[in-house]
């Protein structure tokens, strides 16, 4: 059996809604997705850093459209790890599993991995929306995640899919 | 640079002297280590599970000896990961990030790894008190480090160390 290992932020759980909500519930500006294409987050928002470093942040994002589903169908068909770099916001670590005990019970304890640099994780398929983290990734295929901020990159190496829905044609 | 996955409870943090102290505040029973040579942890403490649910019991554990010293030293010469099965205790992630902070502040987030299952670590050495995770392991030295539960076990596959002056010994 193949093993996926999948991203949270910005693959499961909509971080780009929250920071979009936060920074207008913040300053009253309200971003809209086409100001984001291409940029990192950390220059769009400003206090993006802050925001992660909050309380709630984490446990309070939405749920990324046909991600329950597809991932509900491809834990019958693989071996999936859900696998969070989550150690450089401590507070995060429990948030997130909270949130994945909420929204994806299907997932068990067994298959969360929290932690800092993705080089250790051993895996033939990684999702993910970061370049840093597929670039380091020796699998046989990496998938990237469409979010504005990696919008307009493209290095070659990575098979660009823009929703859970292309996940699924391609992996089930 | 090689890659070492190194485990915390039994190997970094004194999870027995832990379980001794605990049950002997719980219960006025005192056990020595010799009662604890080749039995499971959860056969001779009857509420370590409640236990490892419990705040505070991963964030007071006392180092191991040699460790702080030996891993610096191997910091230096490796790529070092600290990798912990945490997720069945959700309430020991934050306290174990804050544990290694305090006693191995050497240890960068980035090198932080709080997993289920540990079959999805890549490295070229793992250090472990449990064959669970040493006999997934596919890197090149596997080592066990002894415990009282692991005393009287032997499948011939590891390298068995008593301390992490052997370790030092062996890697250093």
Partial sequence: MQRIAVDMDGVLSDTVEQFIAWEYRENGIKRTIDEL??????????????????????????????SQEILERLN?????????AATEFPQSLTEKQ???????????????????SKEI??????????FKNLN??????????????NAHADNGRHRRVHSWEEIGVLLL
């Fill in 76 to 84: 019958k068909k693989y071996q999936v790890f859900i696998v969070s």
């Fill in 136 to 149: 380091g990734f020796n699998g046989e295929l990496s998938i990237l995640f469409t979010q504005p901020h």
């Fill in 121 to 130: 994780i051993q895996a033939d398929i990684m999702i993910d929306d970061h």
């Fill in 98 to 116: 909270a949130w994945l005990n909420e929204y994806f019970p299907f997932i068990t304890w067994q298959q969360m991995v929290f932690c800092g």
């Fill in 37 to 66: 294409m291409g940029k990192p987050e950390l220059e769009v928002f400003p206090n993006s850093k802050k925001y992660l470093h909050t309380k709630d942040f984490f446990r309070t994002t939405s749920v990324i459209k046909d």
